[in-house]
């Protein structure tokens, strides 16, 4: 197989990098000459001590790897492909206990426990009070712009995926502030906009766990009606453990708070630059539009597996204890599976897109309710707000500077 062309020291987990752009015409080369290719990387630099790992950027290639955890393992190094240089092995370690971090059979137990909170039933049962939120939230931003200028993502897109959690988890209203400070700090001590260390990173995560492990303690002492109670105290059915809760509710404030909050911000961005399809989307609204958001954002660029033994991938030899990185922006645009993946198009069917994970035990938990919650907010926006544009001509988004998040901070938009 040959070499692709590439710039020198090219890394899809660069930082930098991402801050600027998804190296889709990267992801392309790769594709075609080496599916499964070698990212050399100084030893020590993403906390792992190692010299690299494989980068797999074939749609086929990133499905195998997700469904077959006997080969490639979450827990061994983790699902996030790149932490900081300084990063001890023992905090890389401890997020073991994130179920996203797991392997079956554990993976296997605590996930049959807290999919009892994203039953077809319960996602209807929250349906009606998003959709209400969803319009209150698009009114407000209406009403705070004044006719003129407005952030998207704090005043629109991070809103609802912030309150789907806590509408589901119980976390009162004035709570819920706190849920979205701890979860930017998390995600977010890679740019230094933010002037957030990774210890204030560390210690957020720590807040959050201790409050939602409170919460579960509250609940085992008084049970009540929720998902929190199903969770924690329903007697005989297998329970989560308060520390347990503490860890799920980490994983949501990330994977169900910031994906679906850069989800909504591509969304909006894609509709304003490809305008046929915000006339088609406010004309028809078709059901399909959600699933192509999610594709064209794929707000994770990629997670990690690591080799359990020496295998064969794409033609390339995988040792045991190798790090391998499944590039879903990538296989999101493999023009194998998508036809004309290059184009934003709302009707698009089928659309077997990765966003939501490429299948296997850590497919998305999440993903019916991140579909009504997309559906929910651009419906609003194109009830509310249908003539929205871009602040400036030139006005793009400015993106987060992170390791594995396709991220926006900031899309102006105006509202006349």
């Known amino acids: 197989m040959s070499c692709p062309v590439l710039p020198e020291g090219f890394d899809a987990t660069d930082p930098d990098l991402l801050q600027e752009r998804v190296p889709l015409p990267e992801f392309a080369r790769l594709r075609q000459t080496a599916p499964v290719w070698w990212c050399a990387q100084p030893r020590g630099i993403t906390g792992f001590d190692d010299e690299g790992y494989w980068a797999v950027t074939r749609h086929a290639d990133v499905k195998y790897v997700s469904t077959h955890p006997e080969l490639f393992s979450s827990t061994t190094n983790t699902a996030i492909i790149r932490f900081n240089a300084h990063v001890q092995r023992e905090q890389i370690e401890a997020q073991r206990l994130i179920m996203l971090n797991m392997d079956p059979p554990e993976h296997t137990r605590v996930r049959q426990i807290v999919q009892r909170g994203f039953t077809p039933r319960?996602?209807?049962?929250?349906?009606?009070?998003?959709?209400?939120?969803?319009?209150?939230?698009?009114?407000?931003?209406?009403?705070?712009?004044?006719?003129?200028?407005f952030d998207f993502v704090t005043q629109v897109a991070c809103e609802l995926p912030l309150q789907a959690i806590a509408e589901l988890i119980g976390v009162p209203q004035r709570d819920r502030a706190k849920i979205f400070d701890w979860s930017n700090?998390?995600?977010?001590?890679?740019?230094?906009?933010?002037?957030?260390?990774?210890?204030?990173?560390a210690n957020a995560a720590v807040e959050l766990i201790g409050y939602a492990m409170n919460l579960a303690a509250e609940r085992k002492e008084c049970p009540a009606k929720d998902i929190v109670t199903q969770l924690v105290a329903a007697e005989g059915e297998g329970n989560l453990r308060s520390d347990e809760f503490g860890f799920f509710v980490l994983l949501l404030a990330v994977a169900g708070n910031e994906t679906t909050r850069n989800a909504i911000s591509h969304?909006?961005?894609?509709?304003?630059?490809?305008?046929?399809?915000w006339q088609l989307y406010k004309a028809t609204r078709p059901s399909t539009a959600a699933e192509e958001i999610v594709r064209w954002a794929t707000p994770v660029v990629s997670f990690q597996r690591t080799a359990t033994r020496d295998t064969e991938l794409g033609g390339q030899k995988i040792k045991a204890g190798d790090r391998v990185g499944m590039f879903y922006s990538s296989a999101n645009h493999d023009p194998e599976v998508f036809r004309d993946p290059e184009v934003f198009d709302i009707t698009r069917d089928p659309n077997p897109h990765l966003g939501f994970g490429g299948g296997g035990p850590h497919f998305c938990l999440g993903k019916s309710l991140a579909v009504v919650e997309i559906d929910l907010i651009f419906n609003a926006l194109a009830d509310t707000l249908p003539d929205l544009r871009l602040a400036a001509e030139d006005a793009g988004p400015r993106r987060l500077r992170a390791a594995w998040l396709n991220g926006i901070k900031e899309l102006r938009v105006s509202a006349s």
């Open 122 to 149: 319960a996602i209807r049962g929250l349906e009606q009070a998003l959709r209400d939120r969803a319009r209150k939230i698009v009114e407000e931003a209406r009403a705070a712009s004044g006719g003129g200028s």
């Open 185 to 201: 700090k998390m995600v977010a001590y890679d740019d230094p906009e933010y002037a957030i260390t990774e210890e204030a990173g």
């Open 267 to 277: 969304g909006m961005h894609a509709f304003l630059t490809h305008p046929e399809q």
